[in-house]
Nanobody, 119 residues
Framework: QVQLVESGGGLVQAGGSLRLSCAASGRTSSLHVMGWFRQAPGKDRKFVVAMNKNGEITYGLDSVKGRFTISRDTAEHTVSLQMNSLPFEATAVYYC????????????WGQGPQVTVSS
């Protein structure tokens, strides 16, 4: 099992920045891909961005390219998401997630801090 604990989030004005962090513990050998999803009110959860153990990044949303930066510390088992120039539409619950080696889906999820962007 993997436990994910997130920090960060909160309220920010449009155009501002926030940083989310996620620390993993437990079966850290399962930390093949670490990434972020978000779920806006009344919408489905969407894949935002992820990074594998080799540092390869995959974006799920074109709208965050150039604004969101993912970073990962494989030794500390952490992943962070720096979000800049936040638009109102970025308001959502953001989830840290982990995909284990050989798996096609994400198996472990964080609690999901709220990010609210005021217009």
């Amino acid at each position: 099992q993997v436990q994910l604990v997130e920090s960060g989030g909160g309220l920010v004005q449009a155009g501002g920045s926030l940083r989310l962090s996620c620390a993993a513990s437990g079966r850290t050998s399962s930390l093949h891909v670490m990434g972020w999803f978000r779920q806006a009110p009344g919408k489905d959860r969407k894949f935002v961005v992820a990074m594998n153990k080799n540092g390869e990044i995959t974006y799920g949303l074109d709208s965050v390219k150039g604004r969101f930066t993912i970073s990962r510390d494989t030794a500390e088992h952490t992943v962070s998401l720096q979000m800049n120039s936040l638009p109102f539409e970025a308001t959502a619950v953001y989830y840290c997630a982990v995909r284990a080696p050989g798996r096609l889906s994400y198996s472990y999820w964080g609690q999901g801090p709220q990010v609210t962007v005021s217009s």
